[in-house]
């Protein structure tokens, strides 16, 4: 028996399978036999961690395993290549930005072959190339010209770290989710793709997605966060108020309005008053403060008086209207009625600034007192205060004042969301430039010719403005339409727009006259298994989705989900904490496969837990997973050194069929944990069946067979040493027989001193010690061992037990 070297086997076999271009696109796909594996493509920062390991692992087994059912497999890999790090690396270590990215992928590369990822590197997609982002730029020219693309001067969320500004998916409690300095608002000139345009069919899109985890899907309804409410106008002046609401029962019960302290609004109302100069510098400083804080229920609520009272139009009367910090611009109408006796953030700010309250809904059963109230009254009830709708239920008066409203010209139902557009401007260099010229008479134009190319030796200094700015020459050109002077567009786009499409190049990327082949994409797409961090949830995913139903829109595709079924793989932690650099817990991929080869690791990050769940590195665990490879190497090589004998075990036989099937299944519904240990116990049933016979050799082939998606390395060599000369990767997936995949069972005896004293019913082929242990704890049988001490156990497997005790 020769050594597992598995060093020498890895390096091997890489070699044998990047020639072979083992994940080589097949070209003669039709749409019925196809099926598309992707991973989340790599972020070119960094190096690759332990939970990039094991979510690449996850998509390597379920390639594997589709291309050995016969499928034509599309698995490629990618590069999202653009983005911040780079331009953080180029400032502080002062690197170019293209190098530092090819280093990059250098690195990457190296790892996803060792790891056993045998990518087609011929057919990868990397964003920052020009033949990449010049149809990156073409999709954001479409969307321009579809309307679905605008520039406004608008606050952003601006990271003073790194310079730009944020989507509002990038910031995470108030803080950049990339550096975590805090986020200030900076007003701007900003790109923004028009999602809200498709926040409902993004939301009954998740209606058909079954093959998504339902937690993805309930992050993605709350982000869009739809609310159906009611418009209701307040005259003001002689002008009128919006305000949003979503309980117009409570209307009687609006003794103030609020508006929030960016309204466009507020400055003509105070204009020319006393109140003028406090009122904007008082919503000056609010509009400063942190959005998140400005969201938060916890946070004080401050507010001021403008000098104006609008009208109520149910009651009447005269009421002041009010800023405060917690009425934010972008949703709803940026106004609302303010209802303190029914909502608490109303309620607090009532008390505080001494607004009158006014109970308009009582419960059914007790009545409160507005001066004794301790908080709002939130529930539904009986009307009270509130003329004609007095005494009816809550509900019921809800769409009867909408009604009401509505015939009066005074209201009408209404839809809000939490989605907001899509801020795709960055002022950074390194990201896919904004395509647009600015003429002064001609107003923005697109560039008439694609690729805009980033310049190259570009300074960046991390400060000031784009530094794509400060390049004369890239800024300076001539407008298409009127030849005058004109300057580009200096910002580069969210390199999350790079990733919205990405996938779709996949199926055709060396296309040039378009961003995808047609035919191409109508073969391969969509995916059928995606596979990616939770992470993603909701940026990645729900910009993907959206770009796939503009493409719906303009023909170029004839589906509108572009991600059929979605794992989200738990991470990796050590010590119960995520692994980073900065925690100083992280467990090199490469040192790992070092120490104990692709193999073992493979089969540690898949063995040790259930796949969605994060997993605890443990160094143990790693250890018997290697242990497990070892043994099954001396097992493959006890079959061919030794001579096999002529005989069977249908227990073996049997249980081979079912670990078929339990593999089989549970690699179908990504159960890899269960899968590999219904592998090891078909291992450790040879063991005990201690024969080389037919049943060994076939159970020991098998193993090899149903092993090889988790652990390709081994597997392919052990099946050469078995005997054959292909590839264990090319062999059709097993199939059972489902009469084998029940037991046999059969009845054993049990004797005590040679007496018969039990019979008990078992699967044939238990094992000695299986048996021995089910007779120790037969009733009958330990009647009459009592408490003599027991000599030995003597086993006849299939047949009898007999236990010798004592016989005093
Ligand atoms: C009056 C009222 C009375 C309200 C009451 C609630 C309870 P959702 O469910 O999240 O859509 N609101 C509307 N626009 C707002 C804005 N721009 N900033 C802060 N708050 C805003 O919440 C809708 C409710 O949130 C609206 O209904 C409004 O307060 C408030 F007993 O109007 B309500
Ligand atoms: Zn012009």
């Known amino acids: 028996m020769r050594k597992y070297d598995f060093a020498g086997i890895e390096s091997k076999w890489q070699k044998i399978w990047s020639e072979k271009g083992f994940y080589r696109k097949p070209d003669n796909a039709n749409e019925s036999e196809k099926f598309y594996a992707l991973d989340m493509f790599a972020y070119t920062s960094g190096s690759m961690h332990m939970g990039h390991a094991r979510t690449y692992t996850m998509g390597d087994v379920v390639a594997r395993y589709k291309k050995r059912q016969g499928y034509k497999l599309l698995h490629p890999m990618g590069w999202d290549a653009f983005g911040l790090p780079a331009d953080m690396a180029a400032v502080k270590h002062n690197v170019d930005p293209a190098e530092w990215t090819e280093q990059n992928m250098a690195k990457w590369r190296g790892q996803f072959t060792r790891l056993g990822m045998p990518f087609d590197w011929s057919e990868e997609i990397v ?99 739809k609310s159906e409410g009611t418009k209701l106008l307040f005259p003001v002046k002689d002008k009128t108020i919006e305000v949003f609401t979503t309980r117009p029962d409570t209307v009687y019960g609006a003794t103030y309005l609020i508006l929030s302290p960016e309204h466009p609004m507020l400055k003509e109302l105070v ?65 609302i009625m303010a209802v303190p006796a029914h909502d608490q953030r109303d309620f607090e700010f009532a008390r505080k600034y001494d607004l009158p309250i006014r109970l308009v809904i009582q419960p059914q059963y007790s009545s409160l007192d507005e001066n004794l109230m301790k908080e709002a009254y939130a529930e539904e009830g009986v009307m009270t205060n509130s003329g004609q709708f007095n005494d009816l239920n809550s509900t019921d008066a809800l769409d009867a004042i909408i009604k009401y409203a509505e015939s009066k010209g005074i209201g009408e139902r209404a839809v809000s969301y939490r989605l907001r557009d899509w801020c795709v401007s960055r002022q950074r260099y390194w990201g896919t430039p904004i395509p647009i010229i600015h003429c002064e008479k001609c107003g923005m134009i697109p560039a008439s010719r694609l690729p805009v190319e980033l310049p190259p030796d570009v300074e960046i200094t991390g400060m000031g403005p784009s530094p794509l700015a400060l390049v004369d020459d890239f800024v300076n050109v001539d407008c298409p339409e009127c030849g005058g002077k004109a300057r580009r567009d200096t910002d580069t786009l969210d390199t999350f727009v790079c990733s919205s499409w990405y996938f779709l190049r996949f199926a055709s990327p060396k296309h040039t006259t378009s961003p995808f082949d047609e035919k191409a994409v109508k073969t391969w797409l969509p995916v059928d298994q995606y596979f990616g961090g939770v992470e993603h949830a909701i940026l990645h995913l729900l910009y993907a989705r959206f770009f796939t139903k503009v493409l719906y829109d303009m023909n170029m595709i004839d589906f509108d989900e572009p991600f059929a079924n979605l794992f989200t793989p738990g991470m990796v932690t050590k010590d119960g904490q995520k692994m980073s650099k900065s925690k100083g817990n992280v467990v090199e991929v490469d040192e790992a496969i070092k120490q104990y080869g692709a193999d073992t690791l493979r089969l540690f990050v898949l063995f040790a837990g259930p796949p969605e769940r994060d997993l605890e ?17 001396r097992m493959a090589f006890d079959m061919v050194d030794n001579e096999v004998i002529q005989t069977d075990s249908d227990a073996l036989k049997r249980q081979i069929h079912r670990t078929i099937k339990k593999v089989t299944e549970d690699i179908d519904r990504i159960h890899y944990n269960t899968a590999i240990s219904s592998i090891i116990e078909l291992m450790n049933s040879v063991y005990t069946h201690d024969k080389i016979d037919n049943a060994a050799l076939e159970a020991v082939e098998t193993i090899i067979l149903l092993l090889s998606p988790f652990a390709p390395y081994i597997t392919e060599e052990l099946w050469q040493v078995i005997g054959h000369n292909d590839s264990v990767h090319e062999q059709p997936w097993s199939d059972y027989d489902p009469e084998m995949t029940t037991e046999k069972v059969i009845t054993v005896v049990i004797q005590v001193n040679g007496k018969v004293r039990d019979r008990i019913k078992v699967p044939a082929g238990t094992s000695e010690e299986e048996l021995k242990r089910l007779a120790q704890k037969s009733d009958r049988v330990r009647r009459w061992i009592d408490d003599k001490k027991i000599q030995r156990i003597i086993v006849i497997p299939d047949k009898l037990v007999n236990v010798v005790v004592d016989n005093q």
Do not use: H
Not at 299 to 324: H, R
Not at 617 to 633: A, P, Q
């Open 271 to 335: 204009r020319g008053t006393e109140y003028e100069d406090k009122v904007i510098n008082f919503a000056q400083k609010m509009i400063q403060t942190d959005r998140i804080e400005r969201e938060s229920e916890e946070a004080e609520k401050e507010g001021i008086f403008t000098g104006t009272y609008a009208i109520n139009p149910f009651t009447g009367e005269d009421i002041p209207v009010w800023i405060a910090n917690y009425v934010l611009m972008d949703y709803g109408t940026g106004a």
């Open 127 to 225: 964003t920052c190339y020009p033949e990449y982002y010049r149809w990156t730029q073409w999709l954001f020219l479409k969307f321009f010209e579809r309307d679905l693309v605008y520039r406004k001067y608008a606050y952003g969320n601006w990271c003073p770290s790194c310079n730009t500004v944020l989507a509002n998916e990038q910031v995470i409690a108030g803080k950049c989710e990339r550096c975590d300095s805090t986020v200030e608002q900076k007003p701007l000139d900003q790109w923004f793709f028009k999602i809200t345009d498709y926040a409902d069919r993004l939301l009954e899109g998740l209606d058909r997605l079954e093959g998504w985890p339902e937690k993805v899907k309930i992050m993605q309804r709350n982000w869009i966060g």
């Open 617 to 633: 590195w443990d160094d143990g665990g790693i250890e018997g997973m290697n242990r497990f490879l070892k043994r099954l190497w």
